[in-house]
């Protein structure tokens, strides 16, 4: 096997032998196992990437083997590695690592210590099978692999059916958008007679095949997107996500699954870059969905949901760059975004962890002098994720900004104001959080603040290298990097002058996000208690979340379930399928009850009926002889 081959079957491996024998060999082997095996995974991977840029990042393909023949054209499980791979194979194993040392501290009581690092491997290993595979097959299968891993995870805990019911949401939703998918990729083999990525870009970088539409392809891929990377209307689970252990929501909203469509509106950009309308709807949903999750998190109280929206928001800030065309920047946000999200949710992990549970920040507060590790780190990458310089998500928020007001593929003001308003959000509630938990009165109850500790270093140990690469991670140029295949668009000429004034605005949104959190909350919230009932209507719709699960399940849910009780159980399932059974047998036996009657015992009757016999067939006889 080749060196991307053993990337991605070693946390296989981990599935299969912590999943196998976990249990029987205790914790210390789950653990070397379970994070032994990804580490070597990312070390690979290393390698692989340096001798890649050695070769002068010519792209090297691996077949593990054909998975079929069809009309003469085979399906390779195949792996493919060039420079936008490059980096994503980097992010998935090497920050999929961190969290995999750090749930050791953090799972480190649970039951099912050697289920969840089985499920957590198997997780890693479909989405390195999504960002290695060549072809759109091979890029599904990892793609339906990390929606199964996420059930899985996600519903870890399926005693409590609340979290069951939330697996179940996420399994759900993400298969409506795969529906799409397909069928895009349906249409692809129809267009270019091929599903390997490589190959369909150069065909649509030569125009548009015959009898095809670049748009169609592009807007049923990006339903597909929607669903994985939880866009409007298909983002509503990805919330209720935050049932599965902290370590799991950290994998799934920084590392793998949320950014798969991302990706592969990247890996596939030479069909978007023909798709102007598709295009153009890839950037509103994003720019839109942004500005919408942004303003549900204002109000939120659980310290991860707050995360969770905040992490729609920041993937609707990289749909908007790869709508405008700069998909190097939408991965450069994705990478960014990778480090400071990571550290912030398993910051939060650490903040539960100390409070015993709780996830309400409304009865936390004072954890600063409490927790200073875990502290240190959540507010670096809160600030990263603010936007201020000089840390990472300045420098990809900024590129943001400035591509979608001055790409000529699709740039204009309108983006420009709706982001520039979603990133005053993002500083605000970013620093709304961090205030209510760590500074302010304490306010918590005294049996829960009597034990508040500073989490073990296999959990902060993990945060300090987050934060640091949270806090650098903006200097790695990653759209220069990734220019050779991913050129950025022109800027208009008239928004040429406009970069540097574009640059202190991205710094005074952060600021500004700063200074009027720090001014509503830094007396425990009093200023913004005493202006709520002002806006007490704004807020319910907010805390309702825009009531939009609600709108689902009045239009869908509630139709779907009258047409499944009134006509498929009532009428399909009781009165044909139950009804017809039913008849059957009770035709049987009454045809039994009646034959039965025959069957007396009594011998005077069996002789009457033998002699009857014996006269009708005489009769009989005499009348046909």
Same mark, same amino acid.
């Given at each position: ?13 981990? +599935? ?5 024998? $976990?249990?029987? *060999?205790?914790?210390? @082997? %789950?653990?070397?196992? #379970?994070? =032994? &095996? ?87 290993? +479909? ?5 290695? $595979?060549?072809? *759109?097959?091979?890029? @599904? %299968?990892?793609?339906? #692999?990390? =929606? &199964? ?94 049932? $599965? ?381």
């Amino acid at each position: 096997m080749g060196a991307l081959t053993w990337i991605v079957v070693l946390p296989l491996a981990g +599935f299969l032998v912590n999943g196998l024998a $976990g249990n029987a *060999a205790g914790k210390r @082997f %789950v653990s070397v196992v #379970g994070c =032994g &095996l990804p580490i070597v995974s990312f070390l690979i991977a290393v390698g692989a990437v340096m001798a890649l840029l050695a070769d002068g990042s010519a792209p090297r393909i691996e077949t593990a083997f054909t998975w079929a023949v069809i009309g003469g054209k085979p399906f390779e499980i195949g792996f493919y590695l060039d420079r936008l791979s490059a980096v994503m194979v980097l992010i998935v194993t090497g920050v999929g690592s961190l969290i995999h040392v750090y749930s050791i501290g953090y799972m480190h009581d649970d039951e099912s210590y050697a289920r969840f690092f089985a499920y957590l491997n198997l997780f890693l290993f +479909f989405m390195l099978l999504l960002v290695l $595979g060549r072809s *759109a097959l091979v890029l @599904f %299968v990892g793609w339906e #692999g990390v =929606g &199964l891993a996420s059930y899985l995870l996600i519903g870890f805990w399926f005693e409590d059916p609340e979290k069951a019911a939330a697996g179940k949401k996420a399994f759900i939703t993400n298969r409506v958008g795969d529906a799409g998918f397909l069928l895009g990729m349906f249409l692809l083999y129809y267009a270019v007679g091929t599903l390997d990525m490589d190959r369909i870009n150069a065909a649509f970088a030569a125009g548009v095949p015959a009898g095809v539409s670049a748009s169609l392809i592009g807007v049923l891929l990006f339903i597909g997107a929607s669903g994985k990377s939880a866009q409007m209307p298909l983002h509503v689970w990805l919330p209720d996500a935050m049932a $599965g252990p902290t370590p799991v929501s950290a994998l799934i909203h920084a590392a793998t699954m949320v950014t798969a469509g991302v990706y592969m509106v990247a890996r596939l950009s030479g069909i978007f870059v023909q798709a102007e309308f598709a295009s153009q709807l890839v950037a509103t949903i994003g720019v839109l969905t942004a500005f919408f999750a942004a303003t549900i998190a204002l109000v939120q109280t659980d310290i991860k949901r707050v995360l969770a929206y905040s992490t729609i928001s920041q993937l609707g800030f990289m749909f908007l760059a790869a709508g405008v065309g700069a998909y190097g920047v939408a991965i450069f946000h994705v990478v960014t975004h990778a480090f400071f999200k990571a550290c912030l949710f398993l910051g939060a992990g650490s903040v539960i962890h100390a409070m015993s549970g709780e996830q309400d920040i409304r009865k936390m507060g004072a954890l600063a002098k409490k927790i200073p590790i875990t502290f240190a780190t959540f507010a670096i990458s809160t600030a990263a994720i603010a936007g201020l310089p000089p840390l990472s998500g300045f420098f990809s928020k900024d590129e943001i900004l400035w591509f979608a007001y001055g790409s000529s593929f699709g740039g204009g003001p309108w983006l420009l104001i709706l982001a520039s308003a979603t990133a005053l959000l993002t500083a605000f509630y970013m620093f709304r959080l961090l205030w209510l938990t760590f500074f302010g009165s304490p306010r918590m109850d005294e049996e829960v603040a009597h034990h508040i500790h500073e989490s073990p270093w296999s959990m902060t140990g993990v945060l300090i290298v987050l934060a640091l690469l949270a806090a650098i991670g903006g200097f790695f140029s990653i759209p220069h990097f990734l220019e050779p295949m991913l050129p950025l668009p022109a800027i208009r000429p008239e928004a040429q002058s406009f970069h540097g004034a574009l640059v202190w605005i991205a710094i005074g949104l952060g600021v500004g996000g700063l200074l009027l959190a720090a001014w509503f909350y830094r007396n425990d919230g009093a200023r913004a208690a005493a202006l709520r009932p002002s806006f007490e209507p704004i807020h319910k719709v907010l805390s309702g979340k825009y009531y939009v699960d609600e709108l689902y399940d009045a239009v869908l849910g509630r139709p779907l379930a009258w047409v499944s009780e009134k006509v498929f159980l009532r009428i399909g399932d009781r009165f044909l399928i139950d009804g017809t059974l039913d008849g059957l047998a009770a035709l049987a036996q009454r045809g039994a009850g009646r034959l039965s009657k025959l069957q007396t015992g009594n011998l005077h009757l069996y002789a009457f009926l033998v002699l009857a016999g014996i006269v009708g067939a005489l009769i009989w006889s005499w009348r046909n002889g």
